[in-house]
């Protein structure tokens, strides 16, 4: 079963879906800034586009270009800068 998402006034939007009993969600980030907080540990790739990441507690931001991926503990969370579209496979670990 798939299921649309939406946050940020519609400025990011996924679709999840389970796979081999895993959760996953695809989907875009639009131009802009935005926090997200995380219940389980995620594992985030860049499938286009780039994406600039900052995890609570941290001062830097870091760029992950599309083919690469960031991982972020449960129970925290992480800002995301976009400065055009990009889109982004989620995975729940």
Known sequence: MLKHNSYFNGNVQSVGFERHGRR???????????????????????VAGELAIRVDG????????AGTSF???????????ATQPAGYLCEFL
Not at 71 to 81: L, Q, T
């Open 24 to 46: 996953q969600t695809v989907g875009v980030i639009d131009t802009g800034e935005f926090h997200f907080s995380t219940d389980a540990p995620e594992r985030m790739t860049v």
């Open 58 to 65: 941290s001062t830097e931001w870091r760029a992950y270009p």
């Open 71 to 81: 991982e972020v503990a449960g129970k925290s969370g992480f800002d995301v800068r």
